[in-house]
């Protein structure tokens, strides 16, 4: 079980909705398998996007905008090398975490940084109105610094939020839990979460059963929107270890307006954000002349 005991009275959160995430074409090059923000999971209040990215050189994501929102790069494999028009550059490698304030406005790049495959997850989740022009910021941290935790078959690896009685430095301005556990054959996990949030779950690898015991098995590349509930409970049945992301967050309550990479609460300020974007202002003013290396490199 988790680091805290709760199994007296401990209401597990159902799953109420299954999407298979598959493969398709982003950036340019890239494969990407996107479980929220697609046509039937659009917005899973205060989640706008969860991608499980593969990358190989040349394809990448090269220069582009973002505003309104945060986006959290965890790696799993390879490395991608990240740039800025505020100067920011630095790659992170398997295990590392980037968590990025996009804030009134970030233009960078997001390329390969390693021979054969770059694999990962990058979750965006929404700024309240009052957050959304802020001064763009990263939160950094390598593998070695992540928090970890193990107990009774579980492993985690805590992003964000606090699990086995462990927690992480990472501060997150919409309140959010992010949660990559392993559990070995036969281990039983019960994870509390914020009655009011929401929480889906994600799978990385093996099979597990979540919600109820006779759930029926969920493999890889499946997310799991979870129920109300006190928290999660999953079970590994099988021979092999499963992994899986578990993901939780306050929602905002507020009007969403998307285009894009710009995310803000009317049409009005969606109009603005784009006239400001064209024109190089208001946050966007260092778009002005600005390429990436690896824009330049693709230079003929």
Not at 76 to 83: K, S
Not at 214 to 219: L, R
Not at 277 to 291: D, I, L, M, P, Y
């Amino acid at each position: 079980m988790s680091g805290t005991e709760v199994s007296l009275g401990f209401e597990g959160r159902a799953v109420v909705s299954e999407f298979l995430a598959r493969p398709r074409h982003e950036g340019v090059g890239a494969i990407v398998r996107r479980s929220i923000g697609r046509f039937d999971l659009g917005y899973f209040d205060p989640f706008l996007v969860l991608d499980e990215f593969s990358v190989t050189a040349p394809a990448g994501f090269p220069d582009h905008p973002h505003r309104g929102f945060e986006t959290v790069t965890y790696m799993l494999q390879g490395a991608i090398t990240h740039e800025d028009f505020e100067g920011h550059k630095g790659t992170i490698g398997a295990g590392d975490v980037q968590w990025m304030t996009a804030g009134r406005g970030i233009v960078h790049s997001e390329m390969p940084a390693a021979q054969g495959t770059q694999k990962g997850l990058q979750l965006w989740i929404n700024l309240s109105s009052k957050h959304k022009m802020i001064e763009p910021k990263y939160q950094e941290m390598v593998s070695k610094d992540v928090a970890e935790a193990t107990k009774d078959g579980i492993k985690v690896r805590v992003i964000a939020g606090e699990a086995l009685g462990t927690k992480s430095p990472i501060y997150t301005r919409t309140p959010t839990m992010y949660l990559d556990f392993t559990l070995k054959p036969e281990a039983h996990l019960e994870q509390p979460i914020p009655v009011s949030w929401n929480a889906f779950v994600y799978v990385l690898e093996g099979e597990g059963i979540f919600g109820t015991p006779k759930s029926m098995p969920v493999a890889g590349h499946h997310l799991l929107v979870l129920g109300s509930g006190d928290g999660l409970e999953a079970w590994n049945k099988s021979s092999k270890n499963l992994r899986f992301i578990l993901v939780g967050g306050q929602p905002l309550g507020e009007p969403v307006k998307q285009l894009g990479p710009f995310v803000m609460n009317t049409d009005e300020e969606i109009d603005q954000t784009i006239d400001d974007f064209e024109n190089c202002v208001n946050g966007f003013e260092k778009a002005t002349h600005w390429r990436s290396g690896s824009a330049l490199n693709l230079d003929f």
